[in-house]
C-alpha cells in the first residue's frame, strides 16, 4: 500500500535550518508530483511548495527565498530544505503525492516544527 513518512522536524531557534524528509513506497515515484503543506493550530493547511514530475517547483510567497524543495528519484525520497526559520513557521509540516495516472492524492501523518524566538 501507499505510504508517504516525514522525517526530520523537531525545536529550532528563529534563524536556524532544519531540513525536512519525505520517504514513498507503493508508488511510482516519478510518476508523481510531490508537495509540502504545512498546518498551524487554527488555521487552515497551506501548500508550501512543490516539485512536479518534470523537476519544476513553486513556492508560497511566505516561505520564497528561505525554503527549497528537490527530489531523489532514486531513493524515491522528497525534501524540504528550510533557512531563515522564524516562528510564523511553526506548524505540522505534511507531504503529498500526486499520482498523474490515477489523479490521487496521497498523504503523511506529517511532522511538527517549532521555530522559537
Known amino acids: 500500500q501507499v505510504q508517504l513518512v516525514e522525517s526530520g522536524g523537531g525545536l529550532v531557534q528563529a534563524g536556524g535550518s532544519l531540513r525536512l524528509s519525505c520517504a514513498a513506497s507503493g508508488i511510482i515515484f516519478n510518476m508523481a508530483h510531490m508537495t509540502w503543506h504545512r498546518q498551524a493550530p487554527g488555521k487552515e493547511r497551506e501548500l508550501v511548495a512543490e516539485?512536479?514530475?518534470?523537476?519544476?517547483?513553486h513556492y508560497s510567497d511566505s516561505v520564497k527565498g528561505r525554503f527549497m524543495i528537490s527530489r531523489d528519484n532514486a531513493k524515491n525520497t522528497v525534501y524540504l530544505q528550510m533557512n531563515s526559520l522564524k516562528p510564523e513557521d511553526t506548524a505540522v509540516y505534511y507531504c503529498?503525492?500526486?499520482?498523474?495516472?490515477?489523479?490521487?492524492?496521497?498523504w503523511g501523518q506529517g511532522t511538527q516544527v517549532t521555530v522559537s524566538s
Open positions: 503529498n503525492a500526486f499520482l498523474a495516472t490515477s489523479a490521487s492524492n496521497y
Open positions: 516539485v512536479r514530475i518534470g523537476g519544476s517547483t
